[in-house]
């Protein structure tokens, strides 16, 4: 977990330990290790008041959100030697995602997302807006504003019998409370030198959670489980799994993505699957991105019904192929790029582009699906700095650790287009030797290394290739300011390309997938076609822990596809 807290420039060492043992619950007892981040990335342990003076002076510099501190209960074995349990990866920016959490007053404030009901138990006034509009007390479950939570006055009571207003129940056997941190992991403690404020009242209203249950008792309006029949496991994941399904009343065929709860346990998950429902949603009015048709739930499980793509995915047929003609190569970027520009537009950053995301239908189009490691909200200039996607695809300037933008994506194209002409990674690492058989050395390789085209490729190939794989995101092609798109589109690659009908669907493919049955799985791979086709049983002690008001609003169902099925 991260534990952010404002304390006074002026704080003493001592003040500060203690401070931040009371933060991290851990006993007087206990030895205590800490260690400040700083601006490279690299650990600084904070032992006397001079080190934390310097610390603070360096954390105050322009552009400084704060002071970043790792705490260990433990000590090193020697001077300058890791603390027991320390891991320099933990130091990587971003390599992790952590639990924030906020402290004011008593209360460790997490940032949740509410629902309509919702009011700040500070300034009475709604909680409201997107992502997450306020935060939540872990502890007595008080909600606030974010800009209200450093002024509240009342102590925070753990230990309270009764719920207080404006809060939700807690949720049997389940304990949000911040753990000492093990000897094997470290908490961070997120310092901002700024003053303490005083608050003023405390008012609220009651929140009432989704009542939950077992054995899969629906608990959404609308459609349900029983209106569809299971066809076939089509994919699976580390969050979900895949099925091949028909809509009982029409026959429709979808593919339904499902997800337990119980696999979504903090907020960096709860928003994967927000962000991914949102993005479906935006993405049905696109014809190369898969849209979704509707959303339901039961006590244990989210459902995700979209478009099913019967062609397989560009994976597939790169095992059978190996390689694909510059034409193919060009056809396929082409309807990605429009995909991506189409985000792009809305605030999107895509971030998992890669050979399993791109779906072929059977008339051979592509299109881009699974957005669950998308970033909403970017406005022209905005970045963001979430260390995430797919290794071989991650761009430079992620792993590098800075602010990034639409940038990685086109980073991301580069790398599958050179895998569909060249038929192997930019970054393919042959060696017997282990230690270059990494991720940290495939990260290395990508940083450091120079491409090499292959000499087979033609100069327009190899010259938009040089053009999305630049190393620096302000010359890499797509990335200018306001002609990015444009850019692309006049590159001598794809000067064959006639976007105007490509954008309406109307170009005609390169290649159009083999369909041998009903629903053209000998294009997917056997491994998950072979697989029963059943959920495994709920279980009720598992189904109690899950906080069921985490997914209120989960619902929903396409006006689009709704009346396109009414008229069938």
Same mark, same amino acid.
């Given at each position: ?7 006074? !420039? ?14 991290? %619950?851990? %006993? ?58 320390? *891991? ?57 504003? &974010? ?24 949720? !049997? ?28 009242? *405390? ?14 008792? $629906? ?100 095992? %059978? ?11 396929? !970027? !082409? ?18 582009? $890669? ?115 630049? $190393? ?31 954008? &309406? ?33 709920? *279980?009720?002690?598992?189904?109690? %822990? ?23």
């Amino acid at each position: 977990d991260i534990l952010i807290t404002s304390v006074d !420039a002026a704080t003493t060492f001592d003040e500060l330990r203690e401070e931040v043992r009371d933060m991290c %619950r851990l %006993r007087q007892e206990y030895p205590l290790t800490l260690k400040w981040v700083d601006s490279e990335g690299d650990p600084c342990t904070v032992s006397s008041q001079m080190e934390l003076e310097e610390a603070f002076r360096l954390a105050c510099q322009p552009k400084c959100e704060g002071l970043v501190i790792h705490v260990f209960p433990s000590v090193p074995e020697q001077p300058g030697m890791p603390c027991p349990g320390e *891991d320099k990866s933990i130091y990587r920016r971003g390599a992790r995602r952590w639990r924030k959490l906020y402290q004011a007053n008593g209360h460790l404030f997490q940032a949740k997302r509410f629902n309509r009901k919702a009011y700040c138990g500070q300034c009475s006034e709604r909680i409201w807006g997107l992502a997450r509009q306020g935060y939540r007390c872990v502890h007595c479950k008080l909600l606030v504003h &974010k800009r209200c939570h450093g002024l509240v006055p009342l102590t925070c009571r753990r230990l309270m019998d009764s719920v207080m207003p404006s809060q939700e129940p807690p949720v !049997a056997e389940k304990s949000d409370g911040v753990d000492l941190p093990s000897e094997e992991t470290d908490g961070i403690a997120y310092i901002s030198s700024s003053r303490k404020h005083e608050g003023i009242k *405390d008012d609220s209203e009651d929140l009432k959670p989704v009542i939950d249950g077992v054995d899969g008792i $629906k608990i959404s309006q609308g459609l349900g489980l029983q209106d569809f029949d299971l066809i076939r496991v089509i994919g699976r994941g580390s969050y979900a799994k895949v099925l091949l399904v028909r809509l009982k009343k029409n026959d429709q065929v979808y593919a339904m993505k499902v997800v337990k709860k119980e696999l979504v346990h903090d907020d960096e998950d709860i928003d994967w699957v927000q962000t991914e429902k949102h993005v479906f949603e935006q993405a049905s009015s696109n014809p190369f991105l898969v849209g979704l048709h509707s959303c339901f739930q039961t006590t244990s499980r989210l459902f995700l019904v979209i478009e099913y793509v019967n062609g397989g995915d560009l994976m597939f047929h790169m095992q %059978r192929q190996r390689k694909l003609p510059e034409e193919h190569a060009r056809f396929y !970027a !082409a309807e990605i790029c429009v995909a991506l520009n189409f985000l792009h537009e809305r605030g999107i950053i895509y971030r998992d582009l $890669k050979l399993d995301n791109v779906l072929l239908d059977a008339d051979g189009h592509i299109k881009l699906t699974d957005y669950g490691m998308c970033k909403e909200g970017l406005g022209p200039g905005d970045t963001t700095s979430t260390f995430c996607g797919t290794p071989n695809y991650i761009a430079p300037e992620i792993l590098r650790g800075e602010e990034y933008g639409f940038s990685v994506d086109w980073w991301a194209l580069g790398v599958l287009m050179f895998e569909m002409m060249a038929g192997r990674s930019p970054f393919d690492i042959i060696t017997d030797n282990p230690d270059m058989n990494t991720e940290d050395y495939l990260f290395q390789v990508i940083l450091e290394k120079p491409i090499r085209i292959p000499r087979f490729l033609s100069v327009k190939a190899s010259h938009v290739l040089k053009g999305f794989l630049n $190393k620096d995101p302000k010359e890499r092609l797509g990335c200018r300011p306001q002609t990015g798109f444009s850019d692309i589109k006049s590159h001598a690659f794809f000067r064959s390309i006639d976007w105007d009908l490509l954008e &309406k669907r109307q170009a005609l493919p390169p290649f159009q997938p083999q369909i041998t049955d009903d629903y053209g799985l000998d294009n997917f791979d056997t491994q998950f076609t072979s697989e029963p086709v059943q959920l495994t049983p709920d *279980d009720a002690d598992v189904i109690k %822990r899950i906080d069921q008001s985490e997914f209120e609003g989960f619902e929903y169902i396409n006006p689009l596809l709704l009346s396109t099925e009414e008229s069938v």
